[in-house]
């Protein structure tokens, strides 16, 4: 565990390391959990390796209902969660020895078959983040917002039978319906009320990690969702960028990755930071 500088890295798997997080004490979640079946990070424990999108699904509800109990009753969770279409076969470069960043295509583990569940056909949209957002709000979530994420630059895809896929899903889910937003915290240029879609550039692979979000995702979740010193989680911290904007507005992080490789990754991020706070309150237990 690092603690230094209001940042603390854990390494592990999320579903085991969360129920050690004292009940209440976080402000607010910010997350990107792995997309199903896209990318393989090598470890049994890896949230998007399920065989059916179903169980994907029931996982990270499982994981974000810990999350839920670990937030602040005002507390809110903001999630950033990406599609796939379901596909028979795949040859080439987006086929089953697909390298996608340093990561191995997932495909090559699910044998490319179109799982059998929710009607889907060869190239259908999955809808994964609509699906996941509706079983968060039956598992007790209030959804308050769908924000779209318009990346100013796509992946490039070689598709020539339905236009680039170049957003993504941001939700923002409230504890409950007397839940912190401060409105002032982000503003359109004009001053008036902050829209629901963000146009930001991507940032994977910029620290090392593929499928790193932008600084600017978390930066305006980060002001819209908590007030300085509070504590800011990410259970799929990846390279930590959740953590690192945090401690730079002023707010505590606690960030979880399974991959080692990634986790040294966030606490060489962190340890650039000048220190801000004298003491992390010990709201983690047993590690
Ligand atoms: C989309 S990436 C997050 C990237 C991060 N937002 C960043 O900016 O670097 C998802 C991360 O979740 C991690 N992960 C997958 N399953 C996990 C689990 N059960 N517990 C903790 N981390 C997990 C993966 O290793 C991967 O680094």
């Known amino acids: 565990m690092n603690m230094k500088k209001g940042l603390n890295v854990l390494t592990g798997d999320?579903?085991?390391?969360?129920?050690?997080?004292?009940?209440?004490?976080?402000?607010?979640?910010?997350?990107s959990p792995p997309y199903w079946g896209l990318r393989d990070y090598e470890n049994s424990?890896?949230?998007?390796?399920?065989?059916?999108?179903?169980?994907?699904?029931?996982?990270?509800?499982?994981i974000f209902r810990e999350v839920k109990r670990v937030l602040r009753s005002?507390?809110?969770?903001?999630?950033?969660?990406?599609?796939?279409?379901a596909r028979n076969g795949g040859i080439g470069k987006h086929g089953p020895n697909a390298i996608v960043g340093n990561t191995k295509k997932l495909i090559?583990?699910?044998?490319?078959?179109?799982?059998?569940?929710?009607?889907?056909?060869?190239?259908?949209?999955?809808?994964?983040?609509?699906?996941?957002?509706?079983?968060?709000?039956?598992?007790?979530w209030i959804l308050r917002s769908r924000i779209t994420w318009v990346k100013k630059n796509p992946m490039p895809e070689s598709v020539k039978n339905r236009p680039t896929s170049a957003t993504e899903e941001i939700f923002l889910f409230a504890k409950s319906s007397a839940y912190f937003y401060n409105q002032e915290g982000v503003r359109e240029e004009s001053g008036a009320n902050l829209r629901n879609y963000?146009?930001?550039?991507?940032?994977?692979?910029?620290?090392?990690?593929?499928?790193?979000?932008?600084?600017?995702?978390?930066?305006?979740?980060i002001l819209l969702g908590s007030k300085e010193e509070q504590i800011i989680l990410d259970?799929?911290?990846?390279?930590?960028?959740?953590?690192?904007?945090?401690?730079?507005?002023n707010r505590k992080a606690?960030?979880?990755?399974l991959n080692p490789t990634y986790a040294e990754i966030a606490i060489t991020r962190g340890a650039s930071i000048q220190p801000q706070f004298q003491s992390f309150p010990s709201v983690i237990n047993q590690i």
Request: hydrophobic share 35%.
């Open 198 to 221: 963000w146009i930001l550039n991507q940032e994977a692979g910029k620290y090392g990690h593929p499928a790193a979000f932008p600084r600017e995702l978390a930066r305006r979740c």
């Open 254 to 257: 606690i960030i979880i990755e």
């Open 14 to 31: 999320s579903l085991k390391i969360l129920p050690k997080i004292e009940s209440e004490s976080v402000q607010s979640c910010i997350t």
């Open 235 to 249: 259970p799929f911290g990846g390279s930590g960028t959740t953590g690192v904007v945090a401690n730079e507005l």
């Open 108 to 140: 090559q583990k699910r044998n490319c078959k179109v799982p059998e569940c929710w009607g889907l056909k060869d190239r259908d949209l999955m809808g994964i983040p609509w699906r996941v957002a509706f079983a968060l709000q039956e598992d007790g």
């Open 45 to 62: 424990a890896q949230i998007g390796s399920e065989s059916s999108p179903v169980d994907y699904v029931n996982n990270v509800v499982s």
């Open 74 to 85: 005002d507390g809110t969770l903001w999630l950033n969660i990406g599609d796939g279409y």
